[in-house]
T-cell receptor
Framework: SQTIHQWPATLVQPVGSPLSLECTVE??????LYWYRQAAGRGLQLLFY??????ISSEVPQNLSASRPQDRQFILSSKKLLLSDSGFYLC????????????FGPGTRLLVL | SQQGEEDPQALSIQEGENATMNCSYK?????LQWYRQNSGRGLVHLIL?????REKHSGRLRVTLDTSKKSSSLLITASRAADTASYFC??????????FGSGTRLQVQP
């Protein structure tokens, strides 16, 4: 069966510090991978998606970057966090082929102070 | 405004009642999906309805799609306290990513 992991679950970071959030998927090969951000009480904003190793598409210009060093690993990073980077970060995968459903990880809650 | 927008933003009902949530969108779609999110958790896929389908059922869930009106509804019958969550519609327009609405927060009172 497939599973998706995210860590850490919660993170409190000072403004200007770096960030690295990790997402890994098990049980499927060559998935499409996604990073979303969700502000409190709001919908999901797509940040990045990846259809393969080293292939990253950015949906919005921002302070964040993403990398996919391995087939089932997706990393969200920042060199210097801003207050506005606070939020709930969700990773999701979509199985290859005709699969259209996205499966979400448990999320990382980031608070930038 | 967003591709998918849910209505109402919040809904409070008694256990056993039916809950109806609506979603409107703006552009042509391949399919529309509904997801559920418990507070502070990831989203869970509920149901997918394709653009050539008008109605779909899954357990206590019933989804309708009207492509002429660019709208969809999610009906939860005989609601339970455990149905308390936020519900999101997401549209697949053929781009590589889904577009999510801002959600409906459902509160089911026991």
């Amino acid at each position: 069966s497939q599973t998706i992991h995210q860590w850490p679950a919660t993170l409190v970071q000072p403004v200007g510090s770096p960030l690295s959030l990790e997402c890994t998927v098990e049980g499927t090969s060559n998935p499409n991978l996604y990073w979303y951000r969700q502000a409190a009480g709001r919908g999901l904003q797509l940040l990045f998606y990846s259809v393969g190793i080293g292939q990253i598409s950015s949906e919005v210009p921002q302070n964040l970057s993403a990398s996919r060093p391995q087939d089932r690993q997706f990393i969200l990073s920042s060199k210097k966090l801003l207050l506005s980077d606070s939020g709930f970060y969700l990773c999701a995968y979509e199985r290859g082929g005709a699969e259209e459903t996205q499966y979400f990880g448990p999320g990382t809650r980031l608070l930038v102070l | 405004s967003q591709q998918g927008e849910e209505d109402p933003q919040a809904l409070s009902i008694q256990e056993g009642e039916n809950a109806t949530m609506n979603c409107s969108y703006k552009t042509s779609i391949n399919n529309l999906q509904w997801y559920r999110q418990n507070s502070g958790r990831g989203l869970v896929h509920l149901i997918l309805i394709r653009s050539n389908e008008r109605e779909k059922h899954s357990g206590r869930l019933r989804v309708t799609l009207d492509t002429s009106k660019k709208s969809s509804s999610l009906l939860i019958t005989a609601s339970r306290a455990a149905d308390t969550a936020s519900y999101f519609c997401a549209t697949d327009t053929g781009r590589r990513a889904l577009t999510f609405g801002s959600g409906t927060r459902l509160q089911v009172q026991p």
